[in-house]
């Protein structure tokens, strides 16, 4: 199983971007798919996750700004960002859930807020 991330880069503050995470096998074969970041220096958090019912569930820093989804025939997930804040750059890692003791991570992508 292999996820490929794509899509980081450098946007200004209130800018928006969107990042994609494909997967080598059918996204619905996965309990849950999500998005994960590490900002610098800290600790890799939860962004928002997507189970395979739809169900979704974000962090609070980024309700209302980030919507996660997927399209199924593409076996690809994204992350839609907008409102970018300066505290939201971070590298930005893609993770499927298989099943207990399973779990799949895109290599990460760098999100940058800079002005």
């Known amino acids: 199983v292999q996820l490929q991330a794509s899509g980081g880069g450098l946007v200004q503050p209130g800018g928006s971007l969107r990042l994609a995470c494909a997967t080598s096998v059918s996204i619905l074969q996965f309990s849950t798919v999500g998005w994960y970041r590490q900002p610098p220096g800290k600790q890799r958090e939860l962004v928002a996750r997507i189970t395979t019912g739809g169900s979704t569930n974000y962090a609070d820093s980024v309700k209302g700004r980030f919507t996660i989804s997927r399209d199924i025939p593409k076996n690809t997930m994204y992350l839609q960002m907008n409102s970018l804040k300066l505290e939201d750059t971070a590298v930005y890692y893609c993770?499927?859930?298989w099943g207990p003791g399973y779990t799949y991570w895109g290599q990460g992508t760098l999100v940058t807020v800079s002005s």
């Open positions: 993770k499927a859930d």
